[in-house]
């Protein structure tokens, strides 16, 4: 029997299932590979305290970590929303002690309204500690701001320049995504040396809720699965325009994207690969 690759997310909990360690999850679930996760916070609203991020202890972390390492290893990692100095610095080093292949981060830092989700020197932890051990990073556009000190990105140029500027912080690729600008929506891939543009349609839709996390889980998915970082993000893209055109909603809340939706209605979309030299 041949078992599935193996695939870790050190993430927040979404309680609303749509994004988060849940997102993760779904995602890992549908592109057939064996999901793990490292929870670093529960994210839910109090009713009365209006508390919305309940951190794990660094003991907590720590233990998921050496327990799903022990009990089956992991081929890729990706980590999502981090939140403090101190936990970015913790699976820094637990990553650096690790043989772990394939390394996704995506710099969760920027909420959907653009609010801060972490403070200056955890930042500064993440560009020291984190990218460097990248394989590749996923900012959108507001994070890759935040990581080039507040430079607008306002066009593709912007994004393209953004992501040469962006690997000077060590990764090996860099993702920036350009999903809110006007127009297509544009990805850009950089390795070092080349530019790759992935296009894919706009979808008008507000339920886009866990969109990047599962982007990110896709291409995680597919790196554990043995293939380029280039073929990786192309299927992840499908995957995600796809979710995303099936999103939808149970309240007046903005709703989840569809993780199902390609398995159940098919790939619809064709992603428009351009490379720039």
Known sequence: MEYPARVM????????????????????????????SVVTAIVGRH??????????????IEAQFDTAMRQVGTDALKTGMLFSKEVIDVVAGLIEQSDIKSVVIDPVMVGKLDSKLLKDDAIEA???????????????????????????????????QAAIDLYELGS?????????????AVDVLYDGKTLTLFEAPRIDTVNTSGAGCSYSAAITAYLAKGVTVETAVEHAKKFVTTAINHGFTYTEMVGPTYHAAQRKYGDAFDIKVEKVE
């Open 47 to 60: 009713p009365e305290t209006e508390k919305n991020v309940h951190p794990q202890t660094i003991e907590a």
């Open 172 to 184: 090996e690729y860099v993702l920036v995504k350009g999903g809110r600008l006007d127009g297509p």
């Open 126 to 160: 993440l560009r020291k500690r984190l990218i460097p051990l990248a394989t590749i990073i996923t900012p959108n556009i507001p994070e890759a701001r935040f990581l080039l000190d507040e430079r607008e990105i306002t066009d593709v140029e912007a994004l393209k």
């Open 9 to 36: 997310t050190i993430a927040g909990s979404a309680a609303g299932g749509s994004a988060g360690i849940q997102a993760d999850l779904k995602t890992f679930q549908e592109l057939d590979v064996y999901g793990m």
